[in-house]
């Protein structure tokens, strides 16, 4: 094997594991906006006050996906150094 060179494997499994952690994130981000949407809705708030809300659950759901996205990349990382 050549040392500093990552296998196809490897190279397969990033791939892998990038993807796992846009697509939840994206999930992530969606299920929190649509909690925000609903309570909207539930709660038949005003024009003003349903628009902050709005803007707050979109805000909440873009910081949630970014965790995930963020989080999930460095467990793979560290799980990588590991050599598991």
Same mark, same amino acid.
């Given at each position: 094997?050549?040392?500093?060179?990552?296998?196809?494997?490897?190279?397969?499994?990033?791939?892998?594991?990038?993807?796992? !952690?846009? $697509?939840? &994130? +994206? *999930? %992530? =981000? !969606?299920? $929190?906006? &649509? +909690? *925000? %949407? =609903?309570?909207?809705?539930?709660?038949?708030?005003?024009?003003?006050?349903?628009?902050?809300?709005?803007?707050?659950?979109?805000?909440?759901?873009?910081?949630?996906?970014?965790?995930?996205?963020?989080?999930?990349?460095?467990?793979?990382?560290?799980?990588?150094?590991?050599?598991?």
């Amino acid at each position: 094997m050549d040392m500093g060179r990552e296998s196809r494997w490897e190279k397969d499994a990033m791939t892998v594991e990038i993807v796992f !952690a846009l $697509v939840t &994130a +994206v *999930a %992530l =981000a !969606a299920a $929190v906006l &649509a +909690v *925000a %949407l =609903a309570l909207a809705l539930a709660l038949g708030l005003s024009g003003s006050v349903e628009k902050n809300m709005l803007e707050g659950g979109a805000l909440l759901g873009a910081t949630a996906g970014v965790w995930r996205l963020v989080r999930v990349l460095r467990r793979f990382g560290e799980r990588r150094r590991e050599g598991r």
